[in-house]
């Protein structure tokens, strides 16, 4: 028997809604193990557990420590390592962001075990093993991971499977856990302070407008930004954008960026690369402006307008200004 634990993210107000997409997998794949669920909630302050039950927890251990105010991965690193020696699962789920990205590979090499980032599907094979799928070389290929070792880490971006479905019948256990940490924070926080105040968060926009290599020079990104503001939405961007510096690589979307799934995504002078595709083809309606009537984006876009960037956007803009 093997259980599978997720580690539940929380901002020390709630709970990441990414733990309770793994709580949905991890339940899955319990079941197929035929072993427990359980969550590791670790945090500085007292949170609700209730709802880590409600979405398939069968325990949930708890974990409050003053050093975890601050998001700080190596005192995280430190709790979860408590936990996990005192539970022994055999498989850990930590959602792909910034923070969990941060966080798991230091946990792995504590543990001196594998560990499989950015997954995109899990399963239990009828031998029992774990399986990790991935994508592989630049996307092409969906590669099926089986580790050696064990207990076996996967990381699993936000937006990847649905959330589990809450159900307040269900009975659990909440463990309250006993941590003694150092709260060493090294430093690190005033680094990972900066770095939340640039948080961009584009995972839960309803509407992204994102600019790619149609764009002539960096300043031309106002049009970007000035479309994104008027549909109160978020910026993002190809990855030559980002690689050249004209924006910070929190906007970028696609294979090695952002995944996003909003109501409605903007493609302007993006041409529609697979790694980019990668990063937005879920999104519910994609609206492509493009100059090129053969750009591959236009086989995924919902609406497509060919023409020059410099002109549509700026025209939308002003008619969706006069609508309001
Ligand atoms: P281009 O492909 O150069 O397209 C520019 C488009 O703009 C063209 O279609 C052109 O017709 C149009 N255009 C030009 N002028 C105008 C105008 N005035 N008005 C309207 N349209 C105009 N890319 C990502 O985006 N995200 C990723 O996460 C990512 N990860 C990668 C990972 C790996 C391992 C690799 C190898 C590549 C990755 N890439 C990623 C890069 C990807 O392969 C493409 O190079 C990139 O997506 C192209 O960006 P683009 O569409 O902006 O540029």
Redesign the pocket.
Known sequence: MSDVMVFAENNGEKVHPVSYELLGKGRELADKLEGELSAALLAGEKLPTEELIYRGADKVYYGIDSSLNEPVETNYKEALLDVISRVNPEVILIGATNFGRSLAPRVAMALDTSLTADCTGLDIDEDKNFIQIRPAF?GNILAHIKSRTSPQLATVRYREFPEARRDEGKKGEVIEMDLSLDGDSSGGIEILKEEHGKKVNLEDAEVVVAG???LKKEDDFELIEGLASTLEGKVGA????VDDGWIDRAH??????RRVKPRIYFA??????S??L??MKDSDIIIA????PS?P?FEYANYGIV????EVVPELIRQLEEDH
């Open positions: 630049s790619g290599r149609g190809s990855r030559p954008l970028q979307v696609g294979y090695s960026g302007c002078g993006i041409s529609g690369q790694q980019h990668a990063g402006i493009n100059n090129d750009a984006i023409g020059d960037l410099y």
